[in-house]
Structures are given as C-alpha cells and as structure tokens.
C-alpha cells in the first residue's frame, strides 16, 4: 500500500503542478485577469484542492470500502483514470492555444473553437478535471472519497461553467449560442 500512497501523492503533485503552470503562464503572459471571473479560479482550485484532501482524510473509513476491500485493480483503473483525465485536459488547453485562460475572459478577436475534443463537448478541459477527480476517488477505494472527491469540484466547475458561457455568448454572440445548441457541456450526447 505504500507504493499506491506514492503513485498517488506523486499524480498529484504532477497535476497541481501542471495547474499552477497554467496560472503563471497566464501571467508571464499579461493574461488572466480575473474582472469578469467572478472568483471562480479560486472557487475551482479550492474546491478540487478541498475534494481531493477531504477524500484522503475520509478513505480510512473501511465502513465504505469498495466490495472486495482494497486491492491492486482498484488502485489502478482509478490511477488509469486520472491519466487520461489529465491528458484529456492537456489536450483542451493545447486545441485552444492562445485562447486558453485560468479565468473567464475572452479577447477582442476571438472564435469558437470546433476542434479537437471540442467538436465533442464545450468544455473538454473541465471534463479532463471531472475524469481526473473521479479517477482519484477510484484510486482510493473508498465510495465516500469518491462521492467528495467529485462532488466539491462538480459545484465549482458548474458555476464556472455558467459564469463562462454567459461571457462567450455576450462577446461571441450568435456563433456561440449555435456552438451551444450544437454541443453537450462535459460529456458527449449526454450532458
């Protein structure tokens, strides 16, 4: 078990590491001014931050053990998870390229991208960060840690998700609004 403690700490340790270079390079850049954000940067950071912690301290509740109790597969298919969760989220923030922010804020000149994961869903970033939570909670196998280690960043990233459309659809317009009717939020031909 010490093994999966490590893997997990160090996935981890990549992920929020991968997120605060996001954030520094939208300074380095002069971006990521946060007029129109509402807080929802903070808001999604420590509610992940939250989940993630909580989850941790919540899985020596044997009580909600996955069935089975814990054991090499569960540990696995969870950290699985998280890998492609991740790259999922490298994948959205390299489709948008320039336009990528931490925060909600559009430019003069910009378009709605229909490429890569978002010819399937609006926001394939968030849905990267949606995988990579409940991958974490699999990892521990633990349903309590996973209901928390999903749940406080769901909260985040739907109010995130509300705040960012209505200033894509204010700046973009109707090209926007078509973009909405045409796709699902996080997960394709569902939701």
């Known amino acids: 078990m010490m093994l999966f403690t490590v893997l997990l700490i160090s996935a981890s340790v990549i992920w929020i590491a991968f997120e605060i270079w996001l954030m520094v390079r939208d300074r380095i850049r002069g971006k990521g001014k946060t007029i129109n954000d509402r807080g929802t940067r903070y808001y999604n950071f420590i509610a992940i931050a939250a989940g993630i912690t909580v989850a941790s301290i919540l899985n020596g509740n044997s009580r909600f053990f996955f069935p089975g109790g814990r054991g090499y597969a569960g540990f696995w298919i969870g950290l ?10 490298i994948w959205a923030v390299a489709a948008l390229g320039a336009s990528f922010r931490t925060t ?7 378009q709605v991208v229909r490429s890569g994961p978002y010819k ?53 317009g109707s090209e926007y609004k078509n973009y909405q009717s045409q796709t699902k939020k996080l997960i394709p031909w569902v939701w």
């Open 80 to 89: 699985s998870i998280m890998v492609v969760g991740f790259g999922l989220r």
């Open 104 to 110: 909600v804020e559009t430019h003069s000149n910009q």
């Open 120 to 172: 399937l869903v609006r926001h394939p970033s968030y849905s990267g960060l949606m995988i990579m939570c409940i991958g974490y909670g699999i990892a521990l196998m633990n349903w309590l840690s996973l209901l928390v280690a999903v749940a406080l960043p769901l909260v985040a990233l739907l109010y995130r998700i509300h705040v960012e459309e209505e200033a894509l659809a204010a700046s973009i």
